[in-house]
């Protein structure tokens, strides 16, 4: 059972432009929602992350928009640049379980100078 | 401050032979745990622990052995290398507690032939 669902699986985008990857998750224990960037031949690192109370948190360029109703939430990339271009992941955890990510499947991001 | 150091960064095996991937942190984090990234799977959580001696397993455990005896070590053992084990394998870390983020290794890839 996918707890977390991510779309799309890949995303090219012009420089400038903006990104947008989805999530959906099923568990409404769920109360911590990180994104992780990784680049090739590295370990994914966390870019930003939000709580179910806020509806939106933004830091820099990166913002993720979340709907609490709906069990989504979503990263957006203003102003993509080419430095961007990474796979991104979502994840969930919470419920007392906060030692357990569960991850997305994961999103290629290409961005074209 | 090294953060968490995998070793070795490659390594293959011949089906059947055992080995231990070493992970470390010098962050003093509770929280530990492994993860296996596959194409188009994203990450998988092999096993993780919540402080030194305690271990639990993950989605995906089955063929892999743990233990922690200390805050800062965490192996993950391949008792009997199968070629469905060739992977990128990720080790983490996170404080105890709620809403924070895991810290991840650069990884071990592993091919078994």
């Known amino acids: 059972q996918q707890q977390v669902k991510q779309s799309p699986q890949s995303l090219i985008v012009q420089k400038g432009g903006i990104s947008i990857i989805n999530c959906a998750y099923e568990?409404?224990?769920?109360?911590?929602f990180p994104w992780y960037q990784q680049f090739p031949g590295k370990g994914p690192a966390l870019l930003i992350a939000?709580?179910?109370?806020?509806s939106e948190k933004k830091e820099g360029r990166f913002t993720i928009s979340f709907n609490k109703s709906a069990k989504q939430f979503s990263l957006h990339i203003m102003d993509s640049q080419p430095g961007d271009s990474a796979t991104y992941f979502c994840?969930?955890?919470?419920?007392?379980?906060?030692?357990?990510?569960?991850f997305g499947k994961g999103t290629l991001l290409t961005v074209n100078p | 401050n090294a953060g968490v150091t995998q070793t070795p960064k490659f390594q293959v095996l011949k089906t059947g032979q055992s080995m231990t991937l070493q992970c470390a942190q010098d962050?003093?984090?509770?929280?530990m745990s492994w993860y296996r990234q596959d194409p188009g799977m994203g990450l998988r959580l092999i096993h993780y622990?919540?402080?030194?001696?305690i271990t639990d397993q993950g989605e995906v455990p089955n063929g892999y052995n743990v233990s922690r005896s200390t805050t800062e070590d965490f192996p993950l053992r391949l008792l009997s290398a199968a070629p469905s084990q060739t992977s990128v394998y990720f080790c983490?870390?996170?404080?105890?507690?709620w809403g924070y983020g895991y810290t991840f290794g650069s990884g071990t890839r592993l091919t078994v032939v």
């Open positions: 983490a870390s996170s404080p105890a507690g």
């Open positions: 568990n409404t224990a769920f109360d911590y």
């Open positions: 939000i709580r179910p109370d806020v």
């Open positions: 994840a969930a955890t919470g419920g007392g379980s906060n030692y357990k990510l569960t």
């Open positions: 962050m003093n984090h509770e929280y």
């Open positions: 622990s919540v402080g030194a001696g």
